[in-house]
């Protein structure tokens, strides 16, 4: 009889091991938060976050998946909030400052370059948080340090299609009509959905007199669904 309760109480550890073996670990849980992330159902990918992080509460992946995710909910404070704790777990961690830097660009620009400047010092590698302090420096009327980033982007990156049309927009509001249109012909030549760079190059053509070339490129961001584009186009071409 003793033996039995020994077989019965071995045989039931041994089912309760198997099946801790069979429990999804921190990594399968951030794995499919990030699947979600890409697929852009963020409610989900913030509860593979949570669960990754009641397993292993200083994740610091998933606390940034987090800020991730708000941050592409526009809910830029709480994005702040959750990349801050991402530092916290790891002070060393590139990724969490360029997305705290991106989240202070919408309630505290001054403080964001400071962010941006630590993920490329972290990692000098780091593309886009080139692209993202260039993006800044425009916003600022810093034009030619803007380009300087934009072209590191794109040394890194030959295929980096935004970073083209926004080193366009620096070269533009720097007067050199004539590269801009270099650049943004060539965001466009990787991505020809690229509204903005057509967009754009309508302005630089329109800054140089083109008008053939001005319409044309309005009517491909009109068909592109930019609407901008569309009362521009109306009374300018017309």
Known sequence: MIQKKVTLVFFFVLIGFLSACNLPTVEDYFEMGEKSYRAQNYREALKNYDYALRVQKNHF?????????YLALKHHKEAHHFFEIALTKNPKFA?????????KVEFAPELAKNDFDSAILLNPNYTEAYYNRGRLACKNGSYAVA???????????????????????????????????????????????????????????????????????LERAVELGDNQAYEIRKKYCF
């Open 95 to 103: 990724e969490a400052y360029n997305g705290r830097g991106l989240a």
């Open 61 to 69: 992946r998933s606390w940034a998946g987090k800020g991730w995710c």
């Open 147 to 217: 380009l300087q980033d934009f072209q590191t982007a794109i040394k890194q990156d030959s295929l980096y299609s935004a970073a083209y049309n926004w080193g366009g927009i620096a070269l533009g509001s720097l007067g050199n009509y004539d590269s801009a249109i270099v650049y943004f012909t060539k965001a466009i030549t990787i991505d020809d959905k690229n509204a903005f760079a057509f967009h754009n190059r309508a302005l630089a053509y329109y800054r140089l007199e083109r008008k053939t070339e001005t319409c044309q490129d």
